[in-house]
């Protein structure tokens, strides 16, 4: 899901399947169910009739398998508008039961039908119960079961909990046996119509019988926001524990036997698990023969080789498997190291970072010669370092990279922007693939703080928002809790203040609201931001362009604080109101906004990585054809990366019919302190001198080279040392200004074919 173009929905081939007619709409807006008094009709509860609701509850019974589903519906009368009037709305359950017999084959409808026994006949007005808030289940004999919530505007006919069932061996809408879990004891009032979150119907997997229902209800006293949980059970007489065997097993790695978490075991009649945190599964079945596999695509295991087991009543068959197949490398944790720079632990404007990468190896094989090059589509951002090796890894190990990534924030930097970086990782067992991670930059710029007062001269709103006790946060958004009921139709004093992110991308900004007012009552202020520009009036909205609320008014002197994002580039408002009437003011407040970036440039750009070359033995004598280790070594400053290629030239190939006794190849051992040069030269020549290019690169264009020679002289001390001494240093200086190539009339050596005992 981090790139939703790869992801894709396959909607399944018999998929619209086709259900009987039933009327979808409930009144407009959110005010739908009548609750008794003192609830008014500002206070009626929300159907949410446009969603099924939770779940879909899947269920395997000796190869019948099962989907059940509920929804809410009107089965009032519809004479009026294109939606139905509060009194010509009835809410009530509409469950489907969809069936297959054979695995992977066509679902269909098996049973449908809408619960509401006391429906009226139009056109007579709906007087019975509001049934809705739904859930279905389903048990091993095939009974179903709806919970809901009621309601009605009749006295003491307070949101309840309570349920209705179907016999398995019934269909076309016998919900019977309605019974009630729990008797309410209040309305809801003043909660902006939300009745709570959804509930639940779900099967206890010890019997496969009973029942477990969780609601809401309302108690007796508070009546705002103060939703209670009340959870019971029920089962159906006559259903009984099936007779069960069991399969169980450990699947574990074929390389180290260690176990593997999260197998999906899978079986011949649909039912599967997956293996725990010791790699052991255990499945209850019927008796009968099955057939087993194990697989785990997401560690890139290969399908280990079926087994065919045989299940008695209450006995137990076991199948162990052994998985292998491919590495998974995976990204671990992010760190940076910004000591080049300013050192406060943050990227800022105009600054050098080092990063630091954990990868791990989640796979199902370990792996070896693995590497990562780092690269980012980020404005103003330079990648100064981005190739390094990772140590090998066995299954379920991580490891860091052995040289530090490094990348400079440009002084155009936009501050604030999260910096987008890909990690392209190879290795033995994994073609090269892209891992991608971000990092924040230029936090802790300064806050900005608001004082003010709300008077009577103020601007007005149109209403005010629900308080709903729940502070709105980055890291879960929250949604809009709408306009309190009651509330359009009457103003309230306001203030709002503009801001902007600079950033290119999302800022989480988080507000602090303290209120010093002297006038009564207490909690009288409230906050709320919007994106672009708020809207005061009409009510309806309130939540156009909403970023995020304050929950619950701070009490006097306290703070309460809230976050939420804002994209890059946008203003966001920040909102201070009474939630009191027209009369409602405050004499004092204060706001503090942070989140802003900290656009200070620091440090300046990555120092460029200096590679210097040197060898302890820069002239060979005597001319004995020995191959000698010249003591090369190279040291660096800067940023670089840590590998180094070794090159040699010389003026004189590795065979040469002029030098007498000649030997090859003339370069062994190329590689930092075991390079050995051939003590040889042409008899009749000038001297040799041989060129040695040090290089580092990431394969990105950053690096460095360095040169260094070694000669052979013609002949001991004076002119012959002199003159071959030229020659080397002129080789060095063209090789220093031409990035590292040789002069003409140089061979590159070490690859020529062995001739001679001196190796």
């Known amino acids: ?87 010509e709305h009835q809410a009530a359950p509409r ?36 049934r809705w808030m739904g859930s279905a289940a389903i048990d091993n004999q095939g009974n179903l079961a709806v919970g809901y919530s009621t309601s009605s505007a009749s006295a003491g006919e307070y949101p309840s909990v309570a349920f209705a069932g179907r016999a398995f061996n019934e269909t076309g809408g016998l919900l019977q046996g309605e019974a009630k879990i729990f008797q309410g004891l209040g309305s809801q009032q003043a909660s902006g119509n939300r009745w709570g979150d959804y509930s639940s119907l779900s099967l206890d997997p010890v019997d496969e019988c009973t029942f477990w229902y969780v609601n809401e209800y309302y108690p007796t006293g508070l009546t705002q926001f103060n939703w209670h949980t009340r959870i019971g059970k029920f089962k159906f007489d006559g259903c009984t524990a099936p007779v069960r065997g069991r399969i169980t097993g450990t699947v574990t790695d074929c390389v180290t036997g260690k176990p593997i978490v999260g197998a999906v075991i899978q079986l011949s009649d649909g039912r599967s698990g997956a293996t725990d945190a010791n790699g052991n599964y255990s499945i209850p079945v019927p008796p009968g023969a099955y057939t087993v596999t194990a697989v785990d695509p997401f560690r890139n ?78 404005p103003g951002v330079k990648i100064n370092q981005a190739l390094s090796s990772f140590p090998d890894l066995a299954v379920d190990t991580s490891g860091n990279n052995a040289t530090p990534y490094a990348f400079t924030t440009m002084p155009d930097f936009v501050c604030g922007t999260a910096i987008q970086f890909t990690l392209t990782v190879s290795s033995d067992h994994q073609s090269a693939h892209d891992l991608h991670f971000s990092v924040p930059t230029c936090a802790g710029g300064p806050s900005v703080t608001v004082t003010g007062a709300i008077t009577n001269t103020d601007s007005t709103q149109d209403g005010r928002m629900g308080r709903d006790g729940n502070p709105s946060k980055c890291a ?9 009921a009651g509330s359009p139709g009457t103003n309230r004093f306001f203030d709002q203040y503009s801001f902007n992110n600079p950033a290119a991308s999302p800022i989480c900004y988080t507000v602090a609201l303290t209120p010093n007012c002297s006038e009564p009552p207490a909690n009288q202020i409230f906050s709320e931001s919007y994106l672009g520009s708020y809207i005061p009036t009409p009510a309806a909205q309130e939540c156009t362009n909403y970023l995020g609320d304050i929950g619950a008014s701070p009490a006097n002197g306290q703070t309460g604080s809230y976050s939420f994002n804002v994209p890059g580039g946008g203003t966001f408002v920040v909102v201070v109101n009474m939630t009191n009437s027209p009369t409602g003011t405050c004499s004092s407040y204060s706001a503090t906004i942070s989140g802003f970036p900290d ?78 040069l051939r003590s040889e030269r042409r008899d009749t020549g000038d001297g040799r001198v041989y060129l040695i290019v040090v290089r580092t690169s990431d394969g990105t264009g950053n690096g460095a080279f360095s040169c260094t020679t070694v000669t052979v002289a013609n002949g001991i001390g004076g002119p012959p040392t002199a003159a071959v001494a030229a020659q080397a240093a002129a080789a060095k200086t063209f090789c220093t200004n031409n990035n590292g190539a040789a002069p003409a009339g140089f061979f590159l050596v070490g690859d020529g074919p062995v001739i001679g005992p001196k190796q």
């Open 1 to 87: 899901f981090d790139t939703p173009a790869n992801s894709t929905f396959t909607e399944r081939p018999e998929s619209p399947i086709a259900v009987a007619a039933f009327d979808p709409l409930n009144p407009s807006g959110r005010a739908d169910i009548e609750q008794p008094p003192p609830s008014t009709a500002a206070d009626r509860l929300d159907t949410i009739g446009d969603r099924l609701m939770y779940r879909l509850q899947y269920r395997n019974r000796d190869g019948v398998e099962s989907l059940v589903s509920t929804h809410t519906v009107n089965v009032g009368v519809h004479l009026t508008t294109r939606f139905p009037t509060a009194a």
């Open 95 to 130: 469950y489907y039961e969809l069936r297959r017999t054979t695995p992977g084959g066509a679902f269909s409808v098996y049973d449908q039908a809408t619960f509401a026994p006391d429906a009226p006949t139009p056109p007579n007005l709906p007087t019975g119960l509001n």
């Open 301 to 378: 295991c290969n399908p280990a080789a079926s087994q065919a087991v045989n299940v008695a009543a209450d006995g137990t068959a076991t199948a162990n498997f052994c998985l292998t197949g491919n590495s998974k490398i995976n990204l671990g944790a992010v760190s940076i190291d910004d000591s080049l720079g300013n050192n406060n632990n943050i990227v800022n404007r105009d600054e050098c970072v080092k990063v630091n990468l954990a990868v791990s190896n989640d796979g199902c094989i370990a792996d070896s010669h693995i590497s990562g090059t780092l690269s980012t589509t980020t």
């Open 476 to 484: 879960l958004q929250k949604g809009c809790p709408g306009p309190i």
């Open 599 to 676: 656009d200070t440039g620091d440090g300046g750009p990555c120092p460029p990585c200096v590679l210097s070359a040197s060898v302890a033995t820069s002239s060979l004598s005597p001319p004995n054809h020995a191959l000698i280790n010249v003591g090369l070594a190279a040291t660096s400053t800067g940023v670089c990366p840590a590998n180094r290629q070794v090159t040699v030239y010389s003026d004189e190939d590795d065979v040469d019919p002029q030098t007498i006794g000649d030997m090859s190849p003339d370069a062994r051992n190329i590689a930092l302190g075991s390079l050995r």
